[in-house]
């Protein structure tokens, strides 16, 4: 790399900059902030590279990409590559334009996509979210001088824990699984905890590791099942009242995606525990929406986001139970037991590899 950076060989930057460099031909070697944001290396409270956390790994400046708004014309496609040329009217990382895709325009907003993992994003408004907990503080996205700023909290299991339980052929079809939780009252005492690359906000712990308790005779398919689907919506709500506790910021709305999220069983003990609605799109991959929303709107074809707004169809609406038709409720208590249990789990799961190592030491 050294050699590279000497020889004015070396690009820094991320897969968004990488097809950039390459539809363009080499031209554009630029990003835009809500990429730039997500790399860690850049300073969302200054909108610039961070020079000291550059200078810890020995980058220079200047290799790093040029940072546009996410709404700018990064130039058009090279006419060799498809025949015509086109122009490139918007870049936008995932989560990002996730939320811009579900319309989460206003401060309060939040945004949750269940994927291979859970990442859930609030519209903090114009000033960044500085967290004691782990939630990060990300550009949403900057379009002219507005810029719009995130907090993120992740869990990374979600999808990869549903599709282990597939591999150990607790089911063979995922839509199978909703019906499968709901075919039991409960999980049997079972609790998992969905931590193969270690916890994130609020414990933050690389250490922990994923495991299964409280197994008995009893216990069936269904109850590994409704157990490992519970502790996707047990994340959601350690991620969602760190985000309550930490911003204080008022909730305004809630949207769900994801391939998880049209899940049933997952989404309505959501929406139980948080004692808030829950919408969910027709369709539930947002992402390319949301950089298709800002591409229109950079070109006029549309011309507000009101009118983004009225595009917006609800697959379903989960409201918790005993919620008014304003969407809002007391948070279920009949599940207090079961999360409490969870939550010893999950401490005895915490800092696996230190134990680990200790009794290989003695």
Known sequence: ?????????????????????????????????????????????QMCWSGFLCSLVSLPLSIFPQVENTGHNFGSIDPSIFGVSIPIMSVMADQQAAMFGECCFDVGDVKITMGTGTFMDINTGVKPHTSLAGLYPLVGWKIGSDVVYLAEGNAADTGTAIKWAQELELFSDVTETSDM?????????????????GLQAPLNDPRACASLMGLKPSTTKSHLVRAILESVA???????????RETHIPITQIRVDG?????????????????RKLVRPQHHEMSSLGAAFVAGLAVGFWTTREELKKLQNADKVFLPKGAAKRGTARPSQEYIPVLQSWERALRRSMNWSTLAAAFWIS
């Open 1 to 45: 790399v050294h050699q590279a950076i000497e020889e004015g060989n070396c690009c820094f930057g991320t897969i968004d900059t990488w097809l950039l460099f390459k539809l363009t031909k080499g031209r554009v070697h630029a990003t835009d902030y809500s990429n730039a944001s997500s790399t860690g290396m850049f300073d969302s409270y």
């Open 181 to 197: 939780a709901y075919s039991v009252s409960d999980s049997d005492g079972v609790c998992f905890v969905p931590s193969f690359s």
């Open 234 to 244: 047990f994340r959601n709500k350690q991620l969602y009242e760190t985000m309550l």
């Open 259 to 275: 391939g998880v999220s049209s899940n049933n069983f997952v989404t309505q003990l959501t929406a139980d525990l948080f004692g």
